[in-house]
Structure formats: C-alpha cells, structure tokens
C-alpha cells in the first residue's frame, strides 16, 4: 500500500461522518488544512503514508480498510460489473472508469448494489453460474464478510475459558471434557462406526452424552467438543448476533448459527493472542501452528482469517476451500480485500487447482491479477494444500478439497512459507476466470472475456484460439 496511491475520499468521508466532525475539525485532528481534507474527501488528492498513520492513531483505522472501502468493490470489481453483454456498446473504457470512480465514488457505490440487487454481481454477468442472491450460504457469507470474520466478543469468552480450562488441566480435550461432565451433565462418548454409520457428532439428550464417531482425528474430536461447550455456555452472544443480522429465511440464519458456534470452538482451541504471538514468532509456519496448537490444517487456515482484534492485528490472509472441479464450498475473504475470494470464476494457472496433484504438499506461488489502465495488478502470496474430510469408511468416497491461503505479496516477507521468494520478482499472471479476465494471448483461455466480441482471422493462428476486442 506504501507504493500506491489510494484515494479513499469515499471512505474518509465516511469515517468522518461516523466520528461527527466537521471538515474542519477533522482536519485539524489529523494535522492537515481543511482545503486539504476537502481534495481527499473529493478524490482529487490520493491519502498520503502521513494521512494514513495519523488516521491509525487518531481513529484506530486499520489503513488496509481503505482499499477494502473503494466504491462498488474498486475499480477491478466495477470492470467485472460493466463487462456485463447489456453494456457492450458503451464502450466504457478504464480511464472513464478510473474517473466515475474518482469524481462520483457515491454514484458508482449506487450503481454497484442496484446491479447486484437485480441479479447481477461484481462476479460477473447475470447467468454466468454464481449463486443466486437469495441463496442462504450467499447470505451468510455476506454477514460474515461485513464483519471481516472476526466476532470480538465470541474471541474475549473464548479466550477467558480457554485460560480457564488451562489452570485445571494441560490436556485441552480432557478439560473439556470435565467441564462438560461436572458443569452440565454432559458426558463425552467415543462410539464405534457401526453405531454411528453415518454420523461424526450427535447430543443425545435422553442419555446426556456428547456422541463422537471414531473416525474423528485427535483434532476433530477436540473442535467437537469445543463446539458443544459453546452451544451450552455462549448461547447468549451467539443469539445476539443471530439477531442482529436481521435474517428472515429460517435456513440462512441456522448456517450463521453453526458458522459462529464453530467460530468460537476454533478461538477456544486456538486462544487470540497466543495463537497471534505463535504466528508471529514462528513466520506463520502452518504446520507449526497444527502441532502447537493440536488443530487441522484447514482450522488453522480458518483461523488465519480471523486476525482483526483492534490494536492486535495478525496479517489479513484469504482462505478458500474448492473441490476438483473447481466449486468453492468456504470462502472467507476477512480484511484482505481480495478480489480472488469474491470472484466465482477462477484461473487454472493459480496453483490452487494443482494442490491435487501433490495431496498433503503444501503449494506456493506469487501470483499478480490484471492491473487497471497504467496501474499495475495486485500481488498476491498464495498457499494451497489438500484436505480430506473426515468420516471415511473402506471402500467409501474419498472426499477431498484443495484449501488455498492468500496475502498481499507486499505484506508476505515474514512468512516462513516464503523465504527465498522475491516479491518484486516474476510472478504467474492470473485472472479471475477466462470470462473476467482480458489478457490478450493467454493459452490457457477457454472462453472469450464477457461482453468482448471474438476476431476470426483464418490467415493467423494466435497463441490464444480465442482473440477478442480489446479496449
């Protein structure tokens, strides 16, 4: 972000009238003229690294949050927006993009959700295969992302416990588990596969147990039982922000539901500033973390996502979990802003999709999306690795997913994963899917960029077999 100019005028007005002061006063909170303040607010200045600490200090902003804040998505999304067949013959360039969205951030933030209200998405064109609005797992993933994955309360309750069950015992699962016993009646119960064919976890109520397959891993057991001591003790927080999410669709609300019972298991298992301290200390080594901390890879990744206590923020990673076809089943995007989360399509180059190859092999790779007219593309630090769910049986299906980690290229240095990786060096050009994606000449392009029109020419043979129209 210190190389690039942000203008956030949107978003600093914004945080302005949030904190009710005047232009003026604002101004002076942050050491700068109110003629100074009024260019930013009017994106006629970008916010300078000076700007940006004094509003950390001053507002407790988290200067990331401003290109998160970008109207409709930024300019990468609006262009998505605007490839859209029923705008072909605009003929909407990226300079007059670049310029509704500095002169009229307000505009193109309306433009942006009357589009997506009406079926359309920042995803791409209507009818390009994304999940209906109404969709409940769409649903949940929106409240989730307008709270960027982290639930300050459940992480406090979560971490005061996990203080707790520590005095009494070193073995998490077993403090647990006499928690449980002592406190609610509940005792835990590990059963064969043949009593539970088909079931990992089950409360049976009439025999107060906690039933667990034995197919669950150490991990998995541990998380469990997590998962039960919330549904007995943190039922009020939860309900609270079941409530306040406002969802009326019975279906929608359950999976936020489960969403934060696992969320605070994960924070239990996983306490916030132990869990920030070992990141830190150990350059975010994953499967440093899943020994310390006897967690699973993918409740690991989870967590990473989470790292927005204020005054205690880990780095803003992206996690994404897809199968072999290319379907994502979690999404969780936190602070990073990143456009490969949102996007329904995605890029074969991205190693995320070679993670199958090597099942168990932890997969990284620089990767730099398409750039917006002069400006150059966003640079990402990417981590992919399979996981195989658990529950399977002998000759059953063998699920397994590939779960792939993202942060910006400018902020991955101190990761363990990265060392001998240059960040300004070569990185793999990747779009966020053949028809959202306008790289000329790409050989692995499948289909045309939507609302592009393909160039037939039966004398040439390009590189890519599908030449389209450019800007």
Request: glycine share 10%; net charge positive; aromatic share 6%.
């Amino acid at each position: 972000m210190a190389e690039r100019k942000i203008f956030a005028g949107h978003a600093v007005r914004r945080l302005r009238h949030e904190v009710g002061l005047s232009q003026a006063a604002f101004a002076e909170a942050l050491g700068i003229s109110a003629s100074y303040q009024n260019l930013i607010e009017r994106n006629q200045r970008p916010v300078t690294a000076g700007v940006l600490m004094k509003l950390a200090e001053r507002f407790d902003l988290d200067p990331r949050a401003l290109a998160a804040a970008e109207p409709g998505g930024g300019a990468e999304a609006m262009r998505r927006r605007l490839a859209d067949p029923m705008f072909a013959d605009l003929g909407v360039d990226r300079n007059e993009m670049a310029e509704w969205l500095a002169a009229a951030p307000g505009g193109a933030e309306a433009f942006a959700r009357v589009y997506d209200r009406l079926g359309g998405s920042a995803d791409g064109p209507a009818g390009a295969g994304r999940p209906d609005a109404d969709d409940p797992v769409a649903r949940v993933r929106r409240e989730i992302e307008r709270w960027r994955n982290h639930f300050a309360d459940l992480d406090e309750r979560a971490e005061a416990l996990a203080d707790e069950l520590r005095l009494r015992s070193g073995d998490l699962y077993g403090a647990i588990g006499e928690r449980l016993r002592v406190k609610h009646g509940l005792t835990i119960r590990v059963l064969p596969v043949d009593v539970l064919p088909d079931v990992l976890r089950r409360l049976d109520l009439h025999a107060r147990q906690l039933q667990l397959s034995e197919l669950l891993d150490t991990a998995s057991r541990t998380f469990a039982a997590a998962y039960q001591l919330a549904l007995t003790e943190v039922r009020g927080e939860i309900d609270a922000l079941v409530k306040g999410a406002g969802m009326t669709d019975r279906a929608a609300e359950r999976l936020y539901r489960r969403h934060l019972l696992s969320y605070f298991a994960a924070a239990l298992m996983m306490p916030y500033a132990r869990f920030l301290r070992a990141c830190e200390a150990t350059g975010y080594d994953l499967e440093l973390l899943q020994r310390r901390f006897g967690a699973g890879f993918e409740q690991v990744a989870h967590r990473l996502t989470t790292l927005q206590r204020v005054g205690a923020r880990g780095l803003p990673f992206f996690m994404i979990r897809v199968d072999r076809a290319g379907q994502s089943s979690k999404r969780y995007g936190g602070a990073s802003g990143a456009a490969l989360v949102e996007a329904e399509g995605r890029c074969p180059l991205w190693r995320l999709h070679h993670a199958f190859d090597r099942p168990g092999t932890l997969a990284v790779q620089l990767v730099e999306l398409e750039g917006v007219g002069s400006e150059p593309g966003a640079r990402w630090f990417t981590l992919a690795r399979t996981v195989t769910p658990q529950g399977r049986r002998y000759g059953g299906i063998a699920a397994e997913f590939a779960v792939g980690l993202g942060v910006e290229a400018a902020s991955a240095g101190v990761l363990a994963a990265a060392r001998g990786v240059d960040m300004d060096g070569d990185a793999t050009p990747i779009g966020l899917g053949c028809r959202a994606c306008l790289r000329p000449d790409c050989p692995q392009r499948s289909a045309a960029p939507a609302g592009r029109a393909l160039v037939i020419n039966e004398r040439e043979r390009r590189v890519s077999a599908l030449t389209f129209v450019a800007d």
